[in-house]
Every structure is written in structure tokens, then in C-alpha cells.
Nanobody, 125 residues
């Protein structure tokens, strides 16, 4: 599976962005998906995950209520609608795909089989 993120950019605090992750290759619905991010000088961290058919969505605490993860299997795409952005959301955002059925592990990087190259999100006034 090849993954390509898009939709990043520069936005003011309080603004919104919608990230997309386009997949190609194997059947998209065979994979649970996740978003991760890496801020400057920090380790990559989990942001959200979604199950194969749109269920099993979970978010890290700092984005709950502000970010919404979704997917469209017909379009082989996953999305992250990000609202009320703050400077703390500045990071490179990565999408990832896992063949694992163990929902508990979807929070961890190591369970993901495929990764995109990332898209930069900068929140600044």
C-alpha cells in the first residue's frame, strides 16, 4: 500500500484544515488506519485511528472534540478534519495503515505496516 498525505499548510490559531491520505495498491478496506504527528524536537505521537469500515475511532486527548477522523473506502482515502487549531498542533502529520485486528495496538507506531511521507501543518499568527 502506498500512502500520500495532502492538505497541510499554514493556518492561524483557531483555524481549520482538512488532511487527506490517498492510498493505492492493495484493497484499502483491508487496513485500519491511523494519523500520527511529529512536532519539532519531539517524538512522533499518535493522533487518531479508525477501523476498516469507519468504526473504532479513537483520539489522543489533546485533539478530542477538535479533530475528526473519517474514511471513504470507495475513494481509498482517509481524512482528518482539524478545527480550533492551536500552535501546539504544529507538526508533520503522517497517515499509516495496519493489517492488525488488535484495536488496542492501533495506538502504537510499531503495529503499522505502511506510512506516508507526511504533510506539514503550521499553526501560527
Amino acid at each position: 500500500v502506498q500512502l500520500v498525505e495532502s492538505g497541510g499548510g499554514l493556518v492561524q490559531p483557531g483555524g481549520s484544515l482538512r488532511l487527506s491520505c490517498a492510498a493505492s495498491g492493495r484493497t484499502f478496506s483491508n487496513y485500519a488506519m491511523g494519523w500520527f504527528r511529529q512536532a519539532p524536537g519531539k517524538e512522533r505521537e499518535f493522533v487518531a485511528h479508525i477501523g476498516r469500515y469507519g468504526g473504532n475511532t479513537e483520539y489522543t486527548g489533546s485533539v478530542k472534540g477538535r479533530f475528526t477522523i473519517s474514511r471513504d473506502n470507495a475513494k481509498k482515502s482517509m481524512y482528518s478534519q482539524m478545527n480550533s487549531l492551536t500552535t501546539e498542533d504544529t507538526a508533520v502529520y503522517y497517515c499509516a495503515a495496519t493489517s492488525s485486528w488488535d484495536v488496542i495496538r492501533w495506538f502504537t507506531e510499531s503495529v503499522y505496516d505502511y506510512w506516508g511521507q507526511g504533510t506539514q501543518v503550521t499553526v501560527s499568527s
